[in-house]
């Protein structure tokens, strides 16, 4: 059985999933790839995973880095889950570009090189939004693309971890990066 439960952020709500013992998705309501992971068959219950997922929520929407994560549990492919892995590990406040990611699943795997195109398709369904920070990705040249939670939010998120927004921008519809 999988669990839901609802919280609402200062910039939108966001559905929170469990298989009832381990966090398995968050997204801002309405996001794309919302609750792909989430079975049809699902309850709202209140859980201690949930309960330690909402400190971590408000300690982060106050500002503050959490320092801590929520026990979580993701299926998927093995590049996907060795992608998700390496976004965990992208510091608050910080930013990396997917040819960053890519250039070390490359070198993780012995490769001479990855697509950034693959690398953004796995950032891009991420299941536990914010929490495995898929908003610290950029494009090399300082394009705030593909977040599936709308670069308004994505702009809102670096925002409030205070990331030097000067070197980026959002595109312009039709421009080719």
Not at 110 to 117: A, E, K, P
Request: charged fraction near 20%; proline fraction near 6%.
């Amino acid at each position: 059985m999988q669990y839901i439960y609802k919280y609402q952020s200062p910039i939108g709500g966001i559905t929170i999933a469990s298989d009832g013992s381990s966090l398995t998705g968050l997204w801002f309501d309405g996001q794309k790839y919302f609750a792909a992971s989430l079975s049809p068959e699902h309850e709202e219950k209140v859980l201690p995973v949930f309960e330690q997922t909402i400190e971590w929520l408000d300690c982060y929407f106050s500002g503050k880095n959490p320092g801590f994560m929520p026990e979580m549990h993701l299926e998927s492919t093995p590049f996907r889950l060795s992608v998700w892995e390496i976004l965990k590990k992208i510091p608050y406040g910080k930013i990396i570009t997917y040819k960053d990611i890519a250039k070390e699943i490359a070198r993780l795997n012995g490769l001479s090189s990855m697509s950034t195109q693959a690398v953004g398709n796995a950032v891009g369904h991420n299941p536990i939004s914010i929490i495995i920070p898929c908003h610290r990705v950029v494009s090399c040249n300082g394009s705030l693309t593909g977040y599936a939670g709308g670069i308004s939010k994505k702009i809102e998120l670096l925002t409030l971890e205070q990331v030097d927004m000067t070197n980026l921008f959002v595109p312009k519809k039709g421009t080719a990066l």
